[in-house]
């Protein structure tokens, strides 16, 4: 069972945002058997939702049965417990959901140990709700019993476990710099893919540099960073990297653990803003890459903006147009050219090399206000 409350302030509308969650539940394999929402001012301290619809998401269970709830939302510890021993079922949120995701994903050491400390991050808070039964023994002297001192040494253990994965992600990060180093000595500009989740980034990788990456209909079908070298129309070499793709409401947890993968992005000379036309959400989704590229630090980055999936664009050519200048408009002074393409098609790619060299190349970039230019397959 999927629920929100009513929070439009990013954008997003509600319908909207459940549908991102039905997904999100799909790609971590739960079937999703029916969905709620609430209008409320302000969420409830104690189970986030109001009672009477805390009793009517109850009430369900005689004619929906279900034993997950998730909520599009990231609760605190105390609502989480609250609502699981209200309705006595299962009860995560949006973080927990994409950590999951995130944690089936991940298949490099690097991903799995940044996952494994997102996980632990976000668990350390929500021990208590792992021991119950010390309620039963009431407050005050005299309660220290061997539930409590478990749930002490668990919190040593993560606490030490989150030590030791730091140490590990600082001896990989040195290793980092040093393949940086030499990237830097090699004097190859590095290109970074960049977009939201499932909007074609592996797909054009693949397809620009004949690699080899996953590549599937699913939200975060691929985490770990991809780097490969790729000859451009004019035969000059450049690095392209495929990073790992971003959504609305992005748990902090996981923002800090990527932070040392999303560096990559600082050595990026240019970076291409993939962006899927033919989602009826483009304009929000690329709003949330905006969002994410300004938390970074990485919003001044020269960019092209590559809108993807024309092929499955059912529109017509003066609506993409339209689609095209909103898309721009955000950040245009740092928007360098727009590009039209099909990854899956390889439709509009030649286009596409063309301009990363003319962006490139042009050695006034810095100084001179960016000569904006648009170019893609209805030409």
């Keep these: 069972m999927a629920v929100h409350t009513r929070d439009n302030s990013d954008g997003w509308s509600t319908e909207d945002s459940l549908e991102e969650l039905v997904l999100l539940s799909r790609t971590a394999g739960v079937e999703v058997v029916g969905t709620i929402t609430q209008n409320l001012p302000r969420p409830s301290q104690q189970h986030y939702i109001g009672q009477g619809k805390l009793q009517h998401l109850s009430s369900l269970k005689s004619t929906t049965p ?19 021993e209200s309705l006595k079922v299962k009860v995560i949120d949006r973080t927990t959901l994409i950590l999951d995701i995130f944690a089936k994903r991940a298949r490099t050491k690097e991903g799995q140990l940044q996952v494994e400390m997102a996980q632990l991050t976000y ?3 929500r021990l208590a709700g792992q021991w119950k039964h010390l309620e039963r023994l009431g407050g005050g002297i005299g309660t220290r019993g061997p539930g409590e001192t478990q749930m002490e040494s668990d919190r040593r253990l993560i606490k030490k476990r989150i ?8 001896a990989i990060e040195k290793h980092r ?16 893919l960049v977009g939201y989740t499932n909007a074609g980034k592996s797909t054009l990788f693949n397809a620009l540099t004949h690699a080899n990456v996953f590549v599937q209909d699913k939200l975060f079908a691929t985490l770990d960073p991809t780097t490969r070298r790729f000859r451009l129309s004019d035969n000059n070499y450049v690095l392209l990297t495929d990073t790992v793709g971003f959504i609305q409401k992005l748990p902090t947890t ?9 560096e990559e992005l600082e050595d990026a000379s240019l970076i291409l803003q993939v962006v899927d036309i033919s989602n009826a959400h ?19 980055k020269p960019r092209i903006l590559v809108l993807n999936k024309v092929d499955l664009f059912s529109k017509e050519k003066g609506e993409i147009e339209d689609l095209t200048g909103k898309l721009r408009n955000p950040n245009k002074g740092n928007v360098r050219s727009t590009v039209i393409i099909s990854a899956a098609k390889n439709w509009g790619l030649e286009k596409l090399s063309g301009e990363i060299s003319r962006v490139l190349n042009d050695q006034d970039s810095k100084t001179k206000p960016p000569q904006e230019s648009a170019t893609g397959v209805f030409e």
């Design 66 to 84: 279900y034993d997950v709830v998730i909520f599009d939302t990231e609760l605190s510890p105390m609502q989480q417990k609250n609502l699981s």
């Design 123 to 125: 668990l350390l808070p």
């Design 163 to 170: 030590n030791t994965i730091k140490r590990e992600l600082e």
């Design 177 to 192: 710099l040093l393949y940086r180093d030499r990237r830097k000595k090699a004097d190859l500009p590095v290109v970074a």
């Design 254 to 262: 996981l923002v800090a653990a990527f932070s040392a993968t999303l």
């Design 282 to 300: 483009a304009a929000e989704q690329n709003q949330t890459v905006e969002q994410v590229l300004k938390e970074l630090k990485l919003d001044a």
